[in-house]
Nanobody
Framework: VQLQASGGGLVQTGGSLRLACVASGFIFHDYSIGWFRQAPGKAREGVSIISTADGATSYADSVKGRFTTTSDNAKKTVYLQMNSLKPEDSAVYYC?????????????????WGQGTLVTVSS
């Protein structure tokens, strides 16, 4: 199982970025994929999840209305479109796969972490 996140960078407040998480090594449409982030000195935070089986999504309150996660099952890729970015969104963003087949909403139900991609939002 491998997940590769990319797309991070430096952006100004109010700007946008799209992160991508490319998966391999498992049957993609059986699992949920989550986006998580960790800022320096802070605990890891769940950002969003998507069920690749039916497209169901869930978002942290802090990003609702600004972030959208989608899945392209043919490309085995999950995207995180981030709009109206704020300095507090700055963090290393990780994608991870659910430990089991199905739809899962809690971070302790996720494993198989990809390497992170750094997002920095300047004020």
């Amino acid at each position: 199982v491998q997940l590769q996140a990319s797309g991070g960078g430096l952006v100004q407040t109010g700007g946008s970025l799209r992160l991508a998480c490319v998966a391999s090594g498992f049957i993609f449409h059986d699992y949920s994929i989550g986006w998580f982030r960790q800022a320096p000195g802070k605990a890891r935070e769940g950002v969003s999840i998507i069920s690749t089986a039916d497209g169901a999504t869930s978002y942290a309150d802090s990003v609702k209305g600004r972030f959208t996660t989608t899945s392209d099952n043919a490309k085995k890729t999950v995207y995180l479109q981030m709009n109206s970015l704020k300095p507090e969104d700055s963090a290393v963003y990780y994608c991870a796969r659910s430990l089991n087949i199905g739809t899962y909403y809690y971070s302790d139900e996720y494993g198989y972490w990809g390497q992170g991609t750094l997002v920095t939002v300047s004020s």
